[in-house]
Antibody
Framework: QVQLVQSGAEVKKPGSSVKVSCKAS????????ISWVRQAPGQGLEWMGG????????NYAQKFQGRVTITTDESTSTAYMELSSLRFDDTAVYFC???????????????????WGQGTKVTVSS | EIVLTQSPGTLSLSPGERATLSCRAS???????LAWYQQKPGQAPRLLIF???SRATGIPDRFSGSGSGTDFTLTISRLEPEDFAVYYC???????????FGQGTKVEVK
C-alpha cells in the first residue's frame, strides 16, 4: 500500500525557514509528481508547487516563487519543501500529495492527487 | 488563471437526503480535468471523483460527478452519517503544472 509519511510538527519564528519532508513507501517514487498543498486554519486548500523526481523539474505557484524550494532525494524516496522568510500567515498544515504526470517535450502536466500525506502543522510564532 | 467557485458555501441536510454541490469555472476546464475531494476535520483530503465523472477506487456509488466545460456537479444520492464533511473541486492537467481548488462546500447535519 502506497503511503506518504511526513515529518512532525514545527514551531518557527518569523523570518526563519522550515523544511518539511515527505517519505514515500510502496509504488515507484520517480513515476509520480509530488506537490505541496497547504491549508491555513479554517481555510481551503492552496497549491504551493510540485516536482517530478524523474526529471528533477519543479514548478511553483507565483505567490510562493522565490520563497519556496521543493526538492527530492530519490535514494530515500523522499520529497522536501522548504519555505523561507516565514510570516505569521504561513501558519498552516502542509500536505504532500502524489499524482501521475505526463509530458510532451518540455511541457509537463500533473494529474489528480491519489495519495496524500498526513499533513505537517507549521506554527509561526514569536 | 482559472478560478473555481463552489456553491453553496454550506449545505444543511439530513441523513438520507440528496446533496448537490456545484463547481463553476471562470473558463473552460481543459479535457474536463476536474476532480472532487472530501475532507474531514483533522484529515487529509480523499479523492472521490476524477475527470469530472470517474469514481476513484473504493468510492461508493452514491457519489457521482457530472458536467463539462465550466459547470460541474458532485451529487451524493443519499447522505450517510460519514458523508458530512467539506468537499473541494480541483482543476488539474494544465501546463505549466498547477492546481486550482475551489473554496469548498461544507455539508453539515441539519
Amino acid at each position: 500500500q502506497v503511503q506518504l509519511v511526513q515529518s512532525g510538527a514545527e514551531v518557527k519564528k518569523p523570518g526563519s525557514s522550515v523544511k518539511v519532508s515527505c517519505k514515500a513507501s510502496g509504488g515507484t517514487f520517480s513515476s509520480y509528481a509530488i506537490s505541496w498543498v497547504r491549508q491555513a486554519p479554517g481555510q481551503g486548500l492552496e497549491w504551493m508547487g510540485g516536482i517530478i523526481p524523474f526529471f528533477d523539474t519543479a514548478n511553483y505557484a507565483q505567490k510562493f516563487q522565490g520563497r519556496v524550494t521543493i526538492t527530492t532525494d530519490e535514494s530515500t524516496s523522499t520529497a522536501y519543501m522548504e519555505l523561507s522568510s516565514l510570516r505569521f500567515d504561513d501558519t498552516a498544515v502542509y500536505f504532500c500529495a502524489r499524482a501521475l504526470f505526463s509530458y510532451v517535450g518540455v511541457q509537463y502536466y500533473y494529474y489528480f492527487v491519489d495519495v496524500w500525506g498526513q499533513g505537517t502543522k507549521v506554527t509561526v510564532s514569536s | 488563471e482559472i478560478v473555481l467557485t463552489q456553491s453553496p458555501g454550506t449545505l444543511s441536510l439530513s441523513p438520507g437526503e440528496r446533496a448537490t454541490l456545484s463547481c463553476r469555472a471562470s473558463q473552460s476546464v481543459t479535457d474536463d480535468y476536474l476532480a472532487w475531494y472530501q475532507q474531514k476535520p483533522g484529515q487529509a483530503p480523499r479523492l472521490l471523483i476524477f475527470a469530472a465523472s470517474s469514481r476513484a477506487t473504493g468510492i461508493p456509488d452514491r457519489f457521482s460527478g457530472s458536467g463539462s466545460g465550466t459547470d460541474f456537479t458532485l451529487t451524493i444520492s443519499r447522505l450517510e452519517p460519514e458523508d458530512f464533511a467539506v468537499y473541494y473541486c480541483q482543476q488539474y492537467g494544465t501546463s505549466p503544472p498547477r492546481y486550482t481548488f475551489g473554496q469548498g462546500t461544507k455539508v453539515e447535519v441539519k
